[in-house]
T-cell receptor
Framework: QQPVQSPQAVILREGEDAVINCSSS?????VHWYRQKHGEAPVFLMI?????EQKGHDKISASFNEKKQQSSLYLTASQLSYSGTYFC??????????FGAGTTVTVRA | DAGVIQSPRHEVTEMGQEVTLRCKPI?????LFWYRQTMMRGLELLIY????????DSGMPEDRFSAKMPNASFSTLKIQPSEPRDSAVYFC?????????????FGPGTRLTVL
């Protein structure tokens, strides 16, 4: 089942912060975050694993609440390069990822 | 490494024609995924392979779609016959290790238009 992302879209000024949320109705083993720029492929940002391990970019931060099956991605001091669509992908006991509908982030100068 | 390679990058075809999309995963990766992305349905997993063996094809929309992985460095996704509703961007991705626990590397995608 597809995870639910919120908000659908956000507009920021450079330097502002934003939070993107991802929630699932299923027990999660992991949450992945990817960013996709228009006309390009999704690019990996980070993975949060059950048990607390994280793998990914040093400049991106995120949290994973295993009990609530929720994750949040934190965009801090946003830059123009942060613009794109952010997808969360949730990993469950069938090992494959289900992706959310995406959150479009626009950062303006 | 060159990353995941897909061909063609763009394909325009007429309804009823056969379409074959190709993918070369990153060397050493043991998982390969085929995704379809549309505005309406988002990013959908169609099928994935582990060590060249199809593991889960529950996302393949219907019998018109088939996928093969004859060896570790090549996979194809075939649509026969194609229909306008198959128009989408098709991504191939690969990973090393369990999909839930490891990064997936996406290819540049094939933009398919069926007229």
């Amino acid at each position: 089942q597809q995870p639910v992302q919120s908000p659908q879209a956000v507009i920021l000024r450079e330097g502002e912060d934003a939070v993107i949320n991802c929630s699932s109705s299923k027990a999660l083993y992991s949450v992945h975050w990817y960013r996709q720029k228009h006309g390009e492929a999704p690019v990996f940002l980070m993975i949060l694993l059950k048990g607390g391990e994280q793998k990914g970019h040093d400049k991106i931060s995120a949290s994973f609440n295993e009990k609530k099956q929720q994750s949040s991605l934190y965009l801090t001091a946003s830059q123009l390069s942060y613009s794109g669509t952010y997808f969360c992908g949730t990993g469950t006991n069938d090992y494959k990822l289900s992706f959310g509908a995406g959150t479009t982030v626009t950062v303006r100068a | 490494d060159a990353g995941v390679i897909q061909s063609p990058r763009h394909e325009v075809t007429e309804m009823g024609q056969e379409v074959t999309l190709r993918c070369k995963p990153i060397s050493g990766h043991d998982y390969l995924f085929w995704y379809r992305q549309t505005m309406m349905r988002g990013l959908e997993l169609l099928i994935y392979f582990n060590n060249n063996v199809p593991i889960d094809d529950s996302g393949m929309p219907e019998d018109r779609f088939s996928a093969k992985m004859p060896n570790a460095s090549f996979s194809t996704l075939k649509i026969q016959p194609s229909e306008p509703r198959d128009s989408a961007v098709y991504f191939c991705a690969s990973s090393a290790g369990f999909p839930s626990y490891n990064e997936q590397f996406f290819g540049p995608g094939t933009r398919l238009t069926v007229l």
